[in-house]
């Protein structure tokens, strides 16, 4: 299984970037799909998830009225649209799916994407 993120880049603050990320392998099922985000010198953060389903999605406080998560089951994508950039959400974003295999169908684990780089200039 494989993950790859896109849709990195500088942008200015109040600005918007979407970022994606990919699932590919042998891929039975994805329940909980996220991202995180990990800024220079701090440890990784939830910035925001979405359940199977498509109808629950979680969201950091920092985030919340900004960011919005959605997901395609039939092309095992995740989106994450970012608008009104603050400085402050300059990190490395990382896709996090729960993913059962086609090879493991009794279990599932969490598989990370490489993450993409995120900077907002003030």
């Known amino acids: 299984v494989q993950l790859v993120e896109s849709g990195g880049g500088l942008v200015q603050a109040g600005g918007s970037l979407r970022l994606s990320c990919a699932a590919s392998g042998r891929i039975f099922s994805i329940e909980t799909m996220g991202w995180y985000r990990q800024a220079p010198g701090k440890q990784r953060e939830l910035v925001a998830t979405i359940a199977s389903g498509g109808g629950n999605r979680n969201y950091a406080d920092p985030v919340k009225g900004r960011f919005t998560i959605s997901r395609d089951n039939a092309k095992n994508t995740i989106d994450l649209q970012m608008n009104s950039l603050k400085p402050e959400d300059t990190a490395v974003y990382y896709c996090?799916?729960?993913?059962?295999?086609?090879?493991?169908?009794?279990?599932?684990?969490?598989?990370w994407g490489q993450g993409t780089q995120v900077t907002v200039s003030s």
């Open positions: 996090n799916d729960r993913i059962t295999t086609v090879q493991a169908m009794w279990t599932s684990r969490n598989y």
